[in-house]
Structures are given as structure tokens and as C-alpha cells.
Nanobody, 127 residues
Framework: QVQLVESGGGLVQAGGSLRLSCAAS????????MGWFRQAPGNEREFVAA???????????DSVKGRFTISRDNAKNTVYLVYLQMNSLKPEDTAVYYC?????????????????WGQGTQVTVSS
């Protein structure tokens, strides 16, 4: 059974930091592209960051470039970890953050190309 479980969300003041984690299991996710997306109330879900299977290639939305860092740990052979380090947080970063996995080698920002999704974790940034 495929599971993606996010954790690490919470309430933080503007300028602060949070580190989100995603634990993926049920597939050999070491060969998957992993991504983070977010959805604020009233908005569509949007791309935040993605990383290829080896970690060598990463891609970020312009709105988070230079503040967020995506990374992954494929060392464990049953649970694969993906992280999103978020620094210099702004109130506009407030959203539910979702982890996603995509079969294939190409990093993509398109939601429809991701095959598995987590339930999300809430991030709230106060001003």
C-alpha cells in the first residue's frame, strides 16, 4: 500500500523557519521524482519544489527560490524521506503543503503528472 505522510507543519512567525518531512512507502521511491505542492484557501494547488531520483536536479517555484530547499534521503530501503526546508517564511507561504511522487525521470511542475499524494500538513505564517 502506497503511503505518503507529511509532517513538520505548524505556526511560525514571519521570518522564521520550518522543516517539512514526507515519509513515502509502498513503492521503490528511490526511482521516483518527488515534489512539494501547496494550496492556500480559495486558491488552486500550486507547485513549490521538486527533486529527481538522485537528488542531483532540483526545481523551485520563483516565489520560494532562495528561501526553500528540497532534499531527499533514499538510504532506507522501505521508507523514503523527502524534506522541504523553509526559511524566511512569509505570511503568503501560509497553505496546506502536500508531498507528491511521480514515476519517471523528468522533474515537472505539473500536478497531473504526479501519481501519488499525501494528505497534507498545515503551515501558518503569522505577520
Amino acid at each position: 500500500q502506497v503511503q505518503l505522510v507529511e509532517s513538520g507543519g505548524g505556526l511560525v512567525q514571519a521570518g522564521g523557519s520550518l522543516r517539512l518531512s514526507c515519509a513515502a512507502s509502498g513503492r521503490t521511491f528511490s526511482s521516483y521524482v518527488m515534489g512539494w505542492f501547496r494550496q492556500a484557501p480559495g486558491n488552486e494547488r500550486e507547485f513549490v519544489a521538486a527533486i529527481n531520483w538522485s537528488g542531483a536536479n532540483t526545481y523551485y517555484a520563483d516565489s520560494v527560490k532562495g528561501r526553500f530547499t528540497i532534499s531527499r534521503d533514499n538510504a532506507k530501503n522501505t521508507v523514503y524521506l523527502v524534506y522541504l526546508q523553509m526559511n524566511s517564511l512569509k505570511p503568503e507561504d501560509t497553505a496546506v503543503y502536500y508531498c507528491a511522487a511521480r514515476r519517471g525521470v523528468g522533474v515537472t511542475t505539473s500536478l497531473s503528472r504526479y501519481d501519488y499524494w499525501g494528505q497534507g500538513t498545515q503551515v501558518t505564517v503569522s505577520s
